[in-house]
């Protein structure tokens, strides 16, 4: 470790567990103690639904694995602390902080061990070094010695203020310090992530030394079944539930303590870091992704350049289009043809397909100039789930209307929400009678408008379709998305809604006082 051996961490092997597991048993333990509180006094209304309680992949096993593997898993039954008479002098609500403080740290042990492992077993193995070239290595690896470097200090000055005032430590003023850290490794990691995932994907299909080496490190009882991609994505995945972290440390402090204040600003540090990597991250992607589009779009309107930086795509799909026609008899007849929408954040293209999933624009309108609606005509056989699309200025400088058809009432309804201009940003204290979900399993999304879930992630609902899917707003941070109903589970208790409505209301009005405070 060079430089970085200044101390030897205890903690680092106080769990047999390495992050992966223990952080899937410690987001497994915040839905149960979610779920223990809606239980308390359920009361089923037409804003929860109740549904079957849904069981937790292997937490069972999880939790008996960490409890035997580490006494300390909770502040309170260290020895020191449990024979001690400062308890007795404390809150309950007290002990609940510094039981959020001690998790920051035993979890940041959980992560460094396993780093040590992604590093030291994968990526300074000389056989798999000798499979990849020297720009593979970088791209799969990245700066990953550096995320492990920086954990190493973290985890040494987090322990130093802990073994300083075991009763009373603090954890957020070292976040603080550490943040440019942070910043200074997880930004360039984070963003090689979409050059890192391209890279192993290709590695697999196309290199069988590659696969053979790696099946071979992976199988060492080390890694304990777990596969070097998860290692790979753990700095991201540490980032986001380090926020999380502060996020629960900054809701026990208390209102306009210097704690309070201090847990505010590290929360905002990670908070400013996640969303630049996510800007990062999006940007190349969107970027490909235009690039892309416009090798396969011709125009036989007006020709517009369609790359431009400022410009992304929000939705893209191939509906029905409706249309009726005077047939001789003057009956009316119903034509129907395929049409793809190309929806950006600043206009929208409809097209004809093509073969080679080519498109050709027969007409655009800028984005200011389109709404979506729903239709309740009603027509005979399969034409159901309808909406209208209005175009106020289309290429031609005039008004155009049309009719289309989805598959599922979902498509519709996502298209309609798509189509709609930005809503106002809610005031979470209005919405007590809004239905709320809690994250039951993780969800990545596969389409631009779905919103990517974690484990325990509470979600304030918004819209529901009849054939399982939900928009929702997330609590911890206001993004917005659709995503699957077969991934939650409802919150029934209203004093529980109303408590996370407060929490999370608590956590945004301190950021938005700080924010206040630096300009």
Same mark, same amino acid.
């Given at each position: 470790?060079? #430089?970085?051996?200044?101390?030897?961490?205890?903690?680092?092997?106080?769990?047999?567990?390495?992050?992966?597991?223990?952080?899937?048993?410690?987001?497994?333990?915040?839905? =149960?103690?979610?779920?223990?509180?809606?239980?308390?006094?359920?009361? +089923?209304?037409?804003?929860?639904?109740? =549904?079957?309680?849904?069981?937790?992949?292997?937490?069972?096993?999880?939790?008996?694995?960490?409890?035997?593997?580490?006494?300390?898993?909770?502040? =309170?039954?260290?020895?020191?602390?449990?024979?001690?008479?400062?308890?007795?002098?404390?809150?309950?609500?007290?002990?609940?902080?510094?039981?959020?403080?001690?998790?920051?740290?035993?979890?940041?042990?959980? &992560?460094?061990?396993?780093?040590?492992?992604?590093?030291?077993?994968?990526?300074?193995?000389?056989?798999?070094?000798?499979?990849?070239?020297?720009?593979?290595?970088?791209?799969?690896?990245?700066?990953?010695?550096?995320?492990?470097?920086?954990?190493?200090?973290?985890?040494?000055?987090?322990?130093?203020?802990?073994?300083?005032?075991?009763?009373?430590?603090?954890?957020?003023?070292?976040?603080?310090?550490?943040?440019?850290? !942070?910043?200074?490794? &997880?930004?360039?990691?984070?963003?090689?992530?979409?050059?890192?995932?391209?890279?192993?994907?290709?590695?697999?299909?196309?290199?069988?030394?590659?696969?053979?080496?790696?099946?071979?490190?992976?199988?060492?009882?080390?890694?304990?079944?777990?596969?070097?991609?998860?290692?790979?994505?753990? +700095?991201?995945?540490?980032?986001?539930?380090?926020?999380?972290?502060? =996020?629960?440390?900054?809701?026990?402090?208390? +209102?306009?303590?210097?704690?309070?204040?201090?847990?505010?600003?590290?929360?905002?540090?990670?908070?400013?870091?996640?969303?630049?990597?996510?800007?990062?991250?999006?940007?190349?992607?969107?970027?490909?992704?235009?690039? &892309?589009?416009?090798?396969?779009?011709? !125009?036989?309107?007006?020709?517009f350049p369609l790359i431009s930086q400022s410009r992304w795509l929000v939705k893209s799909g191939e509906l029905m289009a409706?249309?009726?026609?005077?047939?001789?008899g003057l009956r009316r007849k119903l034509n129907t043809r395929p049409v793809h929408l190309h929806l950006f954040n600043d206009?929208?293209?409809?097209?004809?397909?093509?073969?080679?999933?080519?498109?050709?624009?027969?007409?655009?309108?800028?984005?200011?100039?389109?709404? #979506?609606?729903?239709?309740?005509?009603?027509?005979?056989?399969?034409?159901?789930?309808?909406?209208?699309?209005?175009?106020?200025?289309?290429?031609?400088?005039?008004?155009?209307?049309?009719?289309?058809?989805?598959?599922?009432?979902?498509?519709?309804?996502?298209?309609?929400?798509?189509?709609?201009?930005?809503?106002?940003?809610?005031?979470?204290?209005?919405?007590?009678?809004?239905?709320?979900?809690?994250?039951?399993?993780?969800?990545?999304?596969?389409?631009?408008?779905?919103?990517?879930?974690?484990?325990?992630?509470?979600?304030?609902?918004?819209?529901?379709?009849?054939?399982?899917?939900?928009?929702?707003?997330?609590?911890?941070?206001?993004?917005?998305?659709?995503?699957?109903?077969?991934?939650?589970?409802?919150?029934?208790?209203?004093?529980?809604?109303?408590?996370?409505?407060?929490?999370?209301?608590?956590?945004?009005?301190?950021?938005?006082?700080?924010?206040?405070?630096?300009?």
């Amino acid at each position: 470790m060079g #430089g970085f051996s200044r101390r030897c961490s205890k903690l680092i092997n106080s769990s047999q567990l390495l992050y992966q597991e223990y952080s899937d048993v410690f987001l497994n333990k915040e839905i =149960q103690s979610q779920q223990r509180l809606d239980s308390l006094t359920e009361a +089923p209304g037409p804003a929860s639904p109740r =549904q079957p309680r849904k069981a937790l992949v292997s937490s069972e096993s999880y939790l008996q694995r960490l409890s035997m593997a580490s006494s300390g898993s909770l502040w =309170q039954e260290i020895p020191v602390v449990r024979n001690s008479t400062v308890l007795l002098s404390m809150t309950h609500e007290d002990q609940k902080l510094q039981e959020a403080k001690f998790e920051l740290i035993l979890s940041e042990a959980s &992560y460094l061990r396993s780093l040590h492992i992604a590093v030291d077993h994968f990526q300074h193995s000389e056989q798999l070094r000798a499979t990849l070239s020297n720009q593979d290595h970088q791209w799969l690896f990245s700066r990953l010695q550096d995320v492990r470097d920086v954990s190493t200090t973290f985890l040494s000055d987090l322990e130093e203020n802990f073994e300083n005032n075991i009763f009373t430590f603090q954890v957020c003023d070292v976040v603080l310090n550490h943040a440019p850290h !942070f910043r200074r490794v &997880y930004l360039p990691y984070v963003t090689n992530q979409t050059y890192q995932e391209r890279t192993f994907q290709t590695l697999l299909n196309s290199n069988s030394s590659f696969r053979e080496v790696l099946e071979k490190l992976e199988s060492d009882p080390i890694c304990q079944r777990l596969s070097l991609k998860s290692f790979l994505i753990l +700095p991201f995945q540490r980032i986001t539930r380090l926020k999380l972290l502060l =996020q629960n440390i900054l809701k026990r402090t208390q +209102p306009g303590s210097s704690e309070e204040a201090e847990a505010t600003k590290a929360h905002h540090a990670l908070e400013e870091l996640i969303r630049d990597c996510n800007n990062n991250v999006q940007r190349m992607r969107r970027t490909e992704e235009l690039i &892309y589009l416009s090798q396969k779009i011709e !125009f036989e309107c007006k020709i517009f350049p369609l790359i431009s930086q400022s410009r992304w795509l929000v939705k893209s799909g191939e509906l029905m289009a409706l249309e009726f026609s005077i047939s001789p008899g003057l009956r009316r007849k119903l034509n129907t043809r395929p049409v793809h929408l190309h929806l950006f954040n600043d206009c929208l293209l409809l097209s004809r397909p093509r073969e080679g999933s080519r498109f050709l624009v027969f007409d655009h309108a800028p984005f200011s100039s389109i709404r #979506g609606e729903k239709c309740e005509m009603k027509l005979h056989g399969p034409h159901k789930n309808l909406f209208r699309l209005f175009l106020r200025q289309n290429a031609q400088g005039t008004q155009a209307e049309f009719l289309f058809r989805t598959e599922t009432q979902s498509e519709k309804l996502r298209w309609i929400s798509a189509l709609a201009m930005p809503r106002e940003e809610l005031d979470l204290l209005e919405c007590y009678n809004s239905p709320q979900v809690q994250c039951l399993r993780a969800y990545k999304p596969r389409e631009n408008d779905e919103l990517a879930l974690e484990k325990a992630d509470v979600v304030m609902v918004t819209q529901q379709s009849n054939d399982g899917w939900l928009e929702g707003v997330r609590l911890s941070d206001g993004e917005q998305g659709w995503f699957p109903l077969q991934q939650v589970e409802f919150i029934s208790n209203p004093e529980v809604r109303a408590r996370n409505l407060k929490e999370a209301h608590r956590v945004k009005t301190a950021k938005l006082q700080l924010v206040e405070q630096q300009t």
